[in-house]
């Protein structure tokens, strides 16, 4: 087995990095596991989303 994980400031961008690893995987997805994380910074709002996937190859 092994993992992937994928971090980014914006779902949209998170979405797209996975759904390229998925295309490109020459094996079977076991689980993917998903985190939103909010940071704050004075009056701004951090976001970070995060995933991991573990597959088998």
Do not use: P, R, W
């Amino acid at each position: 087995m092994k993992v992937k994980l994928f971090d980014e400031g914006h779902e949209k961008d998170l979405e797209t990095a996975i759904n390229g690893f998925l295309n490109e995987l020459e094996g079977s997805v076991v689980d993917i596991k998903y985190q939103v994380t909010l940071g704050i910074s004075g009056e701004e709002q951090i976001y970070c989303f995060s995933a991991m996937i573990i597959y088998e190859k």
